[in-house]
């Protein structure tokens, strides 16, 4: 199972990123503070998850479709 949390580089966010994280599931982080998110997926991965992260700007139409066909197409190497 894979489990994307926009917002999830803080507060509720990360929080759901990692009680993902804790039930099994990949976590991909999208959030505007790329610095955040990679903490969130830092988090993940010391504690033997799988993470990525990715600076997502989510008002932006044309970055969120970016960033999913990345994700949909394989681009992403992290786990």
Do not use: F, N, Y
């Amino acid at each position: 199972m894979t489990t994307l949390v926009t917002g999830g580089g803080s507060g509720l966010g990360r929080q759901l990123c990692l009680q993902a994280a804790a039930r099994g599931a990949r976590v991909v982080v999208w959030d505007l503070d790329g610095d955040a998110a990679a903490r969130t997926a830092e988090l993940i991965t010391s504690a033997g998850g799988a993470a990525c992260h990715q600076q997502v700007d989510v008002t932006d139409t044309a970055a969120v479709a970016a960033a999913a066909a990345a994700a949909a197409a394989g681009r992403w190497t992290c786990w």
